[in-house]
T-cell receptor, first 113, second 110 residues
Framework: DAGVTQSPTHLIKTRGQHVTLRCSPISGHKSVSWYQQVLGQGPQFIFQYYEKEERGRGNFPDRFSARQFPNYSSELNVNALLLGDSALYLC????????????FGEGSRLTVL | QQQVKQSPQSLIVQKGGIPIINCAYENTAFDYFPWYQQFPGKGPALLIAIRPDVSEKKEGRFTISFNKSAKQFSLHIMDSQPGDSATYFCAARLDDKIIFGKGTRLHILP
């Protein structure tokens, strides 16, 4: 069975641009969470979606948005990119909203120049 | 209040030794405490987890000790191997989100 897949794996953007990151959860999983991991730090919670509805939002500005599609895949959008947005963006899926067991993808490495 | 404090930042242990990673928290609303292991270039993977009504949990060579009154918990790795070299994150669940510590980079010497 395929694990959580994320695309693209690497991308380079310039300040002020917009980026869209995509995630396909494990088959049967209905919840997707997004995390930002800055080098040398632990993952920081950005969003959780369950059954296409936002269930939680971390302490990130409104430039960050996300959505979940009927097939449970998800997109993370970041507008007006800043240098500080450079990070590994991790997507995690779980079968339910509050299971505690997250299955992570390998992430999308975003570099903002 | 929503932080999980993890120590040490890095740890070097000889093969066969028992590395211990410690975590502390303040928020008593946390109701589930997982540990994740991350290898370079990979996403974190769930290693072992414990609920606050249990004082110890063992899975293979990995043991979590949990002290609810002190609001502390720790990970012990028995008979450590070079393949255990990775970054370890303690975490805690609050509502629908998992909050991670800053991580411990563990290196097991052969």
């Amino acid at each position: 069975d395929a694990g959580v897949t994320q695309s693209p794996t690497h991308l380079i953007k310039t300040r002020g641009q917009h980026v869209t990151l995509r995630c396909s959860p494990i088959s049967g999983h209905k919840s997707v969470s997004w995390y930002q991991q800055v080098l040398g730090q632990g993952p920081q919670f950005i969003f959780q979606y369950y059954e296409k509805e936002e269930r939680g939002r971390g302490n990130f500005p409104d430039r960050f948005s996300a959505r979940q599609f009927p097939n449970y895949s998800s997109e993370l959008n970041v507008n007006a990119l800043l240098l500080g947005d450079s990070a590994l963006y991790l997507c995690a899926s779980s079968w339910g909203a509050n299971t505690g067991e997250l299955f992570f993808g390998e992430g999308s490495r975003l570099t903002v120049l | 209040q929503q932080q999980v404090k993890q120590s040490p930042q890095s740890l070097i242990v000889q093969k066969g030794g028992i590395p211990i990673i410690n975590c502390a928290y303040e928020n008593t609303a946390f109701d589930y405490f997982p540990w994740y292991q991350q290898f370079p270039g990979k996403g974190p993977a769930l290693l072992i987890a414990i609920r606050p009504d249990v004082s110890e949990k063992k899975e293979g060579r990995f043991t979590i000790s949990f002290n609810k009154s002190a609001k502390q918990f720790s990970l012990h790795i028995m008979d450590s191997q070079p393949g255990d070299s990775a970054t370890y994150f303690c975490a805690a669940r609050l509502d629908d989100k998992i909050i991670f510590g800053k991580g411990t980079r563990l290196h097991i010497l052969p």
